[in-house]
């Protein structure tokens, strides 16, 4: 019963995922996001010049200090090969988003079995966020792939008694990747999930065991090569990406911004971001929660400590974004690996004989991702 259920999870996973590809070419290019990013690496390609990212602006072509350039390395290598082109624009994250379903799976299958990895990632992918992100031309889904990657090593060091410098350095080049994507918060979106997580269990005695020198000095060696040789040819580059785009951006409403303005937003306004994003899944876990207590939910996350781990992943974006005006709403995102873990265990759970059965209909894992893919 169990491969007959998990053979019909993977076709529709499948199938999803197909369909989504078959419509990276439904639209042009939607201004002004991923109209930047598609022409910073047609730029690239055109130019010849893979070290300085350029974009075009009524002044004239200038060089593109707002992202690290790995994105742009991908979109510009699928330009190269297959030519330029919207679907061609939206390869990576399409790629992308594949790469983060298969941790998904792989997450999900380690700790709470094949079916629950295989429900998470179903989840994911059928969620508001991912769905449409995975077609678009954005750096979001190639940061959240690969955060998600040094996320899950980082993990798994973290509650190994072996193999910890294997894991530590796959993280650790999948979190300086990542870096090389869209910077700094790459460092906060690994590392938050995990220190919430310690701090819940009151149990930080892991980080001892992480060869900080060794994966220090492999995601320095993965990071600076282009940072330096970018700073040589556009002196003031460096400043302006770490303070202006990062750190001013965080503290700020006027950072400077020299390719367009930020989008502003009420404090807070991440969780809504995250409860909009995570649709129709959010609505879906919020009454199954009133469905079950709260009270239960917490104690049966203080007995898991995988299940734990997945909702402080599945919130950590958020919480950091609170108190962040200048945002997106693909900054939750890396949110939504772990709410769909923590999604898939809560509604392969079983509450009884006295469910309410529309509702148990509407939220099996087989029929929501096809309202969601309809509502989409």
């Not at 939206?90 to 992308?96: A, D, N």
């Not at 709470?112 to 889904?141: P, Q, Y």
């Not at 906060?188 to 900080?212: D, E, G, H, T, Y």
């Amino acid at each position: 019963m169990f491969q007959h259920q998990n053979l019909i999870s993977i076709l529709i996973l499948f199938g999803a995922i197909l369909l989504r590809g078959a419509l990276l070419e439904y639209t042009d290019l939607i201004d002004p996001t991923e109209a930047r990013y598609a022409s910073v690496a047609q730029e690239m390609v055109l130019l010849g010049d893979w070290l300085t990212p350029r974009l075009p602006m009524p002044e004239g072509v200038v060089p593109y200090m707002g992202k690290p350039p790995l994105h742009f390395w991908l979109t510009a290598s699928a330009y190269s090969i297959f030519g330029i082109d919207e679907w061609t624009a939206r390869l990576p994250s399409w790629l992308s988003a594949i790469a983060l379903l298969l941790v998904i799976v792989s997450f999900g299958r380690r700790f709470f079995g094949e079916r629950v990895g295989l429900s998470a990632a179903l989840i994911a992918f059928s969620s508001v966020i991912l769905f449409f992100l995975s077609g678009a031309s954005v750096t979001d889904v190639t940061l959240a792939a690969l955060v998600t990657g040094s996320t899950y090593f980082l993990y798994l060091l973290a509650i190994s008694d072996g193999l910890t410098r294997k894991y530590a350095l796959i993280s650790s080049a999948c979190m300086a990747l990542a870096f090389l994507t869209k910077g700094p918060i790459a460092v906060i979106l690994v590392w938050l999930p995990l220190l919430l997580w310690s701090a819940v269990q009151k149990n930080f005695r892991w980080l001892k065991s992480v060869p900080w020198l060794t994966s220090g000095l492999l995601f320095f060696a993965i990071t600076s090569p282009w940072f330096v040789a970018n700073e040589i040819n556009n002196p003031g580059s460096f400043r302006y990406f770490f303070w202006n785009e990062n750190i001013a951006r965080y503290l700020f409403k006027d950072y400077g911004d020299k390719y367009g303005t930020g989008h502003v937003h009420p404090y807070g306004t991440s969780w809504f971001m995250l409860f909009a994003n995570f649709m129709p899944w959010s609505l879906i876990i919020i009454w199954k929660s009133f469905r079950r207590g709260w009270r239960q939910i917490w104690e049966r996350l203080k007995s898991d400590q995988n299940l734990l781990f997945a909702l402080t992943w599945g919130v950590s974006a958020a919480l950091f974004f609170t108190f962040v005006r200048q945002l997106h709403g693909m900054y939750v995102l890396p949110c939504i690996p772990g709410m769909a873990l923590f999604s898939a265990v809560l509604l392969e759970e079983k509450e009884g004989k006295h469910s309410l059965r529309t509702f148990e209909f509407l939220s099996d894992r087989r029929f929501a991702p096809v309202l969601s893919l309809i509502l989409i």
